[in-house]
């Protein structure tokens, strides 16, 4: 078993930043590939950036790239998301979520992964 917990999330104006950050505990971290969905009210869970175990190949959807970089560091069981330029479209419940994966790209697909944070609000503000 791998819990979650994220932190950081909170109300911003457009164009500033705001850092996420996962912190896990459990199993042996650095095993597993880590993503950042987001999520808002009637709309499906969707990928925002995705790295893999040793923090050597990252994923980000067309929507954040340049924006958002996630890093990790596995001697503290963390997984970062930092937001800069953010814009309204942002807002959304952002989870952070685990799968034990040693292969080189991180899984893309939510149903590929095991373990689930309970969430951090994100609002971006006009």
């Known amino acids: 078993q791998v819990q979650l917990v994220e932190s950081g999330g909170g109300l911003v104006q457009a164009g500033g930043s705001l850092r996420l950050s996962c912190a896990a505990s459990g199993r042996t971290f650095s095993n597993f590939a880590v993503g950042w969905f987001r999520q808002t009210s009637g709309n499906e869970r969707e990928l925002a950036a995705a790295?893999?175990?040793?923090?050597?190949?990252?994923y980000y959807a067309h929507s954040v790239k340049g924006r958002f970089t996630i890093s990790r560091d596995n001697t503290k069981n963390t997984v970062d998301l930092q937001m800069d330029r953010l814009m309204p479209e942002d807002t959304a419940v952002y989870y952070c979520?685990?799968?034990?994966?040693?292969?080189?790209?991180?899984?893309?697909?939510?149903?590929?992964?095991?373990?689930w944070g309970q969430g951090t609000q994100v609002t971006v503000s006009s």
């Open positions: 790295v893999n175990w040793s923090g050597g190949s990252t």
């Open positions: 979520a685990a799968v034990l994966s040693r292969s080189f790209y991180a899984p893309m697909e939510r149903r590929q992964y095991d373990y």
